[in-house]
């Protein structure tokens, strides 16, 4: 027990030396202004997905749109009759 509380003793103390640094500061500093920006960004990103959602719905309901209109203007094929032949 003695040995762990040791350790965490040291450890603290490396950390505690090292939050004054120059180099720890500025990467601290960094990092934080690279997590507020990425915050920042994500509603504009959940607003750029929902409208390109809504956008492809659209699209697919045109595209169905259009299918039933082809399927609606192709000519229907008479079915040949076997009477046709008979009669020659």
Do not use: F
């Not at 990092?31 to 504009?44: D, E, G, I, T, V």
Request: aromatic share 0%; net charge positive.
């Amino acid at each position: 027990m003695n040995d762990q509380k040791s350790l965490i003793d040291r450890v603290s103390r490396v950390t505690g030396e090292m939050a004054g640094s120059p180099v720890v500061s500025a990467t601290r500093q960094r990092a934080q202004k690279a997590s507020q920006a990425a915050r920042s960004q994500l509603p504009a990103t959940r607003d750029d997905v929902a409208r390109l959602q809504d956008q492809l719905d659209r699209i697919e309901a045109s595209l169905t749109e259009l299918a039933g209109r082809m399927d609606a203007a192709k000519p229907r094929r008479a079915k040949p009759s076997g009477s046709a032949k008979a009669e020659s």
